[in-house]
């Protein structure tokens, strides 16, 4: 399945969707270092997304980090499947806390 920003819908917690700019004029007025142009940007991810994590067999560990390296655009990351398949183990069990907790995963991210 090729990667697409439409393959997970997170809810947007900030910067705040409500009262965000609407229109080109709000948007111009934005000072350059707002948050809507430099972030930070955090999100939230549907529980299904952290249930899929949390069930991640080991087995298929190996395969996903070499699947994700295949895919990424970044060059540090492509060189290194051993290394996406340890962090996708530590996301695992991160995923599988917050379900036992019944909390939810986050996205921090820059703009």
Do not use: K, N
């Amino acid at each position: 399945m090729p990667c697409t920003d439409e393959l997970v819908r997170t809810v947007v917690l900030y910067p705040p969707q409500e009262g965000a700019p609407t229109t080109d004029e709000e948007w111009g007025a934005l000072p350059e270092d707002s948050p809507y142009f430099v972030g930070p940007g955090i999100e939230e991810l549907p529980a299904d997304v952290r249930d899929t994590l949390a069930d991640v067999p080991d087995g298929r560990l190996v395969e996903l980090g070499e699947r994700w390296a295949e895919s990424d655009d970044d060059s540090m990351f492509r060189t290194d499947p051993p290394q996406l398949s340890e962090l996708i183990a530590e996301l695992r069990g991160l995923a599988r806390r917050a379900r036992d907790e019944g909390q939810s995963l986050y996205c921090w991210s820059s703009l």
